[in-house]
């Protein structure tokens, strides 16, 4: 029915799609929800700091071309003492990188 060649194109496509597809929802599953106030933005390394008001915990996310962002234009029209949520994945190096910003 198939030739070998045809066999393992098949058997390629059906391991890719099954690892992509897990390392899609492996990203939804990490993502960490957040809520603060801005204390800092460093345009020139695409970077919002952020102050948890409740815990007092500061982070700083690295905004990058997937970051969806609402309420606001681009990393450019985020001030300093906005009120800001999201969502944010850690990387294996420890970054913060956002996925989702919504000004509030």
């Known amino acids: 029915m ?6 393992k194109r098949i058997i390629f496509l059906t391991m890719f799609l099954f690892l992509f597809c897990g ?11 957040f ?15 952020v102050m948890d008001p409740a ?8 905004v990058n ?5 609402t309420g606001w234009g ?11 949520s999201g969502e944010y994945i850690v990387t294996d190096k420890g970054l913060y990188v956002a996925t989702e910003l919504k000004g509030k």
């Open 74 to 84: 681009g990393l450019a029209d985020i001030k300093k003492g906005d009120p800001i």
């Open 55 to 62: 815990t007092k915990k500061r982070f700083t996310l690295i």
């Open 35 to 49: 809520s603060g106030k801005v204390k800092k933005v460093i345009l020139k390394k695409n970077k919002v700091a």
């Open 65 to 69: 071309d997937q970051t969806k962002m």
């Open 23 to 33: 390392a899609a929802l492996a990203d939804d599953q990490n993502a960490v929800q």
């Open 2 to 7: 198939f030739s070998k060649t045809g066999m």
